[in-house]
């Protein structure tokens, strides 16, 4: 039987209209411009401020792009995946609602929590069920309506993060050599107490003494966050150029999660590659969690070459991270061109 590559055949993307920039942001709690862009080199972050949005929106916003800038029949995707941290309720997944939204009639999806690796986690799972030969389509989404769960006068977290979503789909081909080649995926287990959310959840669930003492607002010790960061996904890059025989040469592009300017300076110093191959968007869009690596990817879809190496990495709450390898499989300026 011949081999059956999954390959990333297009990209779709939204964020919200409203900009919250260090100006503002510096109206509201004890900080600046010169702070934030020094420390974490976010210049803007978008928010979804209209009442009674949730992840799901925007996740539906840019499955919907996706589906229209790559043609496919919505009725031959079989299944879709949302990576989220910030889903529209407990349950139903918010999965089972883009499903709905978009009337994919024969797909089934489910919601994959893996903080901030949730994308590059999940196309990694995606991938495999093409792999496997039991589905042919998959749409992946990494959304995150982070705003929701910051807290808003505490200056230490809220000039990081930001709302957006990108989604991608994965197909099956039997073309050699191309799509996702293989991942380096690690789950530390040592992260709990550093970054979190200390109510909701089945240990303390909501009430009003968690309401009052502002307990689900994501709480973080930034500078064990970031140590770990940069150790961690700088580790995961040299692993998987070593799995795949790639030189620095080799590299095309590294698609970094985008937490903070200086953990992806460090990581790519770290692991000794140029900073031109690495794409970065964070000034706009601050930290948008499971939505930062297909928001990069967005954006700059025009680089993105056939045949050329991409390197996924990513770090999160748990402490999750990894990195992954994948031969680009479209021109991704006639992608763009077509829009
Ligand atoms: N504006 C002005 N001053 C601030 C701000 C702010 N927004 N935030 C903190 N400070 C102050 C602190 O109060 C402290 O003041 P003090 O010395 O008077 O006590 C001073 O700046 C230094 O604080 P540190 O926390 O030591 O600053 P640090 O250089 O570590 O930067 C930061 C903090 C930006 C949070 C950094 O630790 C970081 O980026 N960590 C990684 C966090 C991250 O990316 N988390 C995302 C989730 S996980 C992920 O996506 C990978």
């Keep these: 039987m011949e081999k059956i590559n999954a390959i990333i055949t297009g990209i779709g993307g939204y964020v919200p209209d409203y900009i919250l ?39 539906r916003k840019a499955a919907k792009q996706l589906i229209q800038k790559t043609g496919v029949d919505p009725d031959t995707i079989d299944a879709l995946i949302v990576t989220t941290t ?7 997944s918010t999965a089972s609602i883009v499903i709905g939204k978009l009337g994919l009639k024969n797909a089934f999806g489910f919601d994959f929590e893996a903080a901030c690796c949730g994308f590059l986690y999940s ?12 589905y042919k389509k998959i749409i992946v989404i990494g959304a995150d309506k982070m705003s929701s ?16 979503a990108g989604a991608v789909l994965i197909e099956a081909t039997t073309e050699e050599n191309v799509g996702v080649q293989n991942s380096f995926l690690r789950t530390d287990g040592v992260g709990l ?52 025989n790639l030189t620095h040469d080799d590299v095309n592009w590294v698609v970094p999660h985008e937490a903070n300017l200086r953990i992806i300076e460090a990581v790519a110093k770290r692991a000794e590659l140029q ?13 948008t969690s499971a939505a930062t690596i297909p928001l990069a990817m967005w ?15 990513a770090f999160g709450a748990g402490f ?13 300026a006639s992608a763009v061109a077509k829009k």
């Excluded at 196309?123 to 039991?134: E, L």
């Excluded at 900073?275 to 930290?287: D, R, S, T």
């Excluded at 954006?299 to 990495?313: H, M, P, R, S, W």
């Excluded at 999750?320 to 991704?332: L, T």
Aim: aromatic share 10%; net charge negative; glycine share 8%.
């Design 123 to 134: 196309v990694d799972v995606a991938a495999t069920m093409i792999q496997s030969g039991r």
């Design 193 to 244: 107490p550093f970054l979190h959310m200390k109510a909701g959840g089945s240990v303390c669930p909501a009430s009003h003494f968690t309401v009052d003492r502002g307990l689900h607002y994501l709480y973080q010790e930034g500078r064990t966050v970031f140590r770990y960061a940069v150790t961690s996904m700088a580790n995961d890059v040299a692993e998987i150029m070593k799995m795949n």
């Design 21 to 59: 920039n260090n100006e503002e942001l510096s109206r509201m709690v004890d900080t600046s411009d010169e702070w934030i862009m020094e420390r974490v080199g976010i210049k803007e972050r978008r928010i979804l401020t209209e009442e009674g949005l949730g992840t799901s929106y925007m996740a």
């Design 299 to 313: 954006d700059y879809e025009a680089n993105l070459k056939k045949g050329d190496n991409v390197i996924f990495t």
């Design 149 to 164: 769960l910051v807290d808003y006068t505490d200056r230490q977290t809220c000039v990081l993060f930001g709302d957006g």
């Design 320 to 332: 999750v991270h990894g990195a992954s390898f994948c031969k680009w499989a479209y021109d991704g």
């Design 275 to 287: 900073l031109e191959k690495v794409l970065i968007n964070i000034e706009h869009y601050g930290n």
């Design 86 to 92: 910030t889903p529209d309720y407990k349950f139903p």
